[in-house]
């Protein structure tokens, strides 16, 4: 495959799984996975002939570039050195935890920033040979920070944006990262950087005053003769996916079949998340055993389903916090489940989007209760799925969506007592009141889906 794009996408992961090829025995092929942002991307990609550098998901040599759904995918080689320093060392567990408040103690290696840099060095030099003269290069999120300013010293024709999908910090847990310089630099080599929230893209212009000295006004910063934009453009989700999977009558018959699985609870509270410690799952886990233990919530009556998708496996902190999970959820079932009737079904798989589809739709309250999150999808991804307009959201203050998601149960995960506060209020509101708030969510939503979020991020970028 040769030719040059004129738009680029540069990401830590391609848009594909490689799952079992059914036309060929023991064959393989790349299917496009799930997921909003490259719903998004797909038609600018298919019409500007784009191309989608990434890491394949393994360690060793990359395969050559291949093709999938129209698009070009520029697999990028991580050995097992680079995915214990660059991914699981400084992406996850320095500046992940880092960024999101500090909610788990960020780890320093030196070994792992020059991991990082060398790493981030191949993405920006992949994009430099792949990118046509003037093209346009989006470089997404947390993991290559480094490579907008590496990409601009290569080839200064381009026009290059950044986008950070996780919370960027205030100045006091910033200034902790000693690359802090580095990474300002990293991302001052954009056009336009892009936040999930307006306090994220402020901290970053305070930070280039504070930290390089550049001139701002605004949202503008002044670096090296140049002018950089940072804003806020909130992500959101593929509206019409997930309309088109909650009119499915066999997705409808799934949810009814899920509540006649788990016992006809009056009540099913819901939680989707990955296994993450800035999900919160031990906090809505704790709420939900104190309000048990009150007899404020009974089992059978109500029954809280937890899916907990497995994530980042090998990195201690996840693997502390399954045991922690899991220790609560042993500790309230053997407190308050009966013969048959658990009081958390606790559930550490991945599902496919139909399944969690039914799920959303059985669901009488879904809790999202992070204690930091850029954005939260799956809060966005319920409010769409319930056309019927039943259903009610518990949504954590510290999630970006709870900037738009007004109508929620907002609540601070860390207030114990706001939270079952939340969850009662949600449990017994009044039919009509819930139909109203998921109404006026589902309307904002509809405007502002993910195609909408491409589109503002693009046209900013090309009118800079
Ligand atoms: P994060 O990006 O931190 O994982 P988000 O809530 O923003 O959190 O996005 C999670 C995405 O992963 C959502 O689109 C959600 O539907 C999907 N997801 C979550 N849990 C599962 C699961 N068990 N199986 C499949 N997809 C999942
Ligand atoms: O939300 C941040 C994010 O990196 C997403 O972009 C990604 O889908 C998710 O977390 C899972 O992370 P990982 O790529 O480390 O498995």
Redesign the pocket.
Known sequence: MTGRSSFVVVA??LPVDEVPDEERAGGRRWRRSPGGLVTALHPVLVQRDGTWIGWAGSAGPAPAPFMVDGIRLHPVPLDADEIARYYEGMS?STIWPLYHDAVEPPIFRRRWAASYREVNARFAEAAAQVAAPNATVWVQ?YQLQLVPAMLRQQRPDLRIGFFL??PFPPIELFMQLPQRAEIMRGLLGADLVGFQQRLAAQNFVRLAHHVLGCPVSGSVIEYEDRRVKAAAFPISIDVGEIDRLADNPLIRTRAEQIRTELGEPKTMILGVD?LDYTKGIEHRLKAFRELLAEGRLTVPETVMVQVATP??ERVEHYQALRVKVEREVGRINGDYGRVGVPAVHYLHQSYSRSELAALYRAADVMMVTPLRD?MNLVAKEYVAARADAGGALVLSEFAGAASELRQAFLCNPHDLDAVKDSLLRAVHVDPDEARKRMSIMQRHLRRNDVAHWARSFLTELGSL
């Open positions: 830590n992961r996850n999120d999908h996780i990955r994530s980042r850029g």
